[in-house]
């Protein structure tokens, strides 16, 4: 059963955006494996994985119910994808830009997405998954492309090096008001602080006002904090420490001339610890 365990922390990870949340489910998963009788199995991999699906959404509707009393904005947690692969299949994660828009999906519609668009299922093997038809199955996989198909962000972008390299010059330097020519006029800044560290609340739109913010938050909290680039959900990212402890880790979507069009902000530590 190990070796499916990175296969079923991706297809976990997908549905519910955390890192956490994908271990206990997998766990759950396999203590509920242990005790069904074998000879009633005759797939152990397609069990587990039909397993997993249907803790995800489940997890993924408490998460929603929970997120009424979450401070700010919600977002998901960040996953490195530059390191080898361990306990997930880091090239099959989706992109953090993706993982945003498909919160605007209930978990069922979310879950058929994610097995047609990331892992090429049929829609009689979601069926059979998900305990639907396949019928069903297209209904919410269409409804879902529908709701996604007018945001121009679930296209994928490119992310030039060199601009992250400026970014980085700019903050070693302490110059952040350079930043304004690599932001895009519409550029918009999320943050996720979970009520546990400062962070604001609500997203904050166009160049002027985000470059303020970023400027004023390079100034209060990592202006003597060290960095470093890597990618984080196939997008170029930068992680603030104190003292080797990761206090920050700024997500940047870029669109394909290399102006920043996204930048997510995550400070909240639970979400930063598995970097």
Sequence with gaps: METLRPLLMTYAYNICG????????????????????????????AYLVRMVINLSINRKKQQQSERHTYFGEWL????????????????????YSLMILLEKLNPQQRAVFILKEAFNYEHTEIAAVLDITAEHSRQLFSRAKKQLAEDEN???????????????EMVHSGDISR???????????????????????????????????????????????????????????????????IIACVIFEMDDTGLINNVFVIRNPDKLKNL
Excluded at 84 to 95: C, M, T, V
């Design 179 to 245: 930043l304004e020519s690599f932001l895009h006029d519409e550029v918009a800044l999320y943050a996720d602080g979970g009520g546990k560290v400062t962070a604001i609340k609500h997203p904050m739109f166009g160049r002027k006002p985000v470059l303020a913010l970023l400027t004023a938050i390079h100034g209060k909290y990592f202006t003597q904090a060290q960095t470093k680039a890597v990618t984080v959900n196939h997008y170029p990212a930068i992680q603030f420490f104190d003292e080797g402890t």
């Design 154 to 168: 679930k296209k994928k972008k490119t992310s030039p090096a060199a601009s992250l390299h400026n970014y980085l």
């Design 18 to 45: 955390s890192f956490d949340d994908a271990g206990d489910i997998v766990q759950d998963a396999y203590l509920k494996y242990l005790q069904v009788e074998k000879e009633h199995i005759r797939d152990e991999k």
């Design 76 to 95: 998901p947690e960040p996953v490195a994808t530059e390191l080898a692969d361990g306990n997930i299949r880091r090239k099959e994660i989706l992109s």
